[in-house]
């Protein structure tokens, strides 16, 4: 999405707890999404979560791809000629 020119700028912290994986309409923004991968919720909610920019959490997992698929949607577009 980023060579698409929809999002313009990402980040990849590594905090002591849990990484982050940021998504940036523009750098001087908040990040539209965060994926992040918390170790400590692996047994119970799931590892991954994708987090909307006010915080709202999208979904939860434990399978990576599987939680990617809420940002899916977001590829399609009505074309109309």
């Known amino acids: 999405m980023v060579a698409a020119g929809e999002w313009r700028d990402y980040a990849l912290d590594a905090l002591q707890d849990h ?5 940036y309409r523009r750098f001087s923004e908040a990040p539209l999404y965060q ?4 170790p400590d919720n ?3 909610q ?3 979560s994708v987090h909307a920019q006010g915080g709202l959490i999208l979904k939860r ?3 990576l791809d599987h939680v990617l698929r809420v940002l899916e949607p977001k590829r399609m577009r009505l074309v109309v000629e």
Not at 19 to 23: G, L
Not at 35 to 38: L, Q, S, V
């Open 35 to 38: 994926i992040e991968k918390r």
């Open 46 to 48: 799931g590892a991954y």
């Open 19 to 23: 990484a982050v994986f940021s998504i």
């Open 61 to 63: 997992g434990h399978d």
């Open 42 to 44: 692996a047994r119970r």
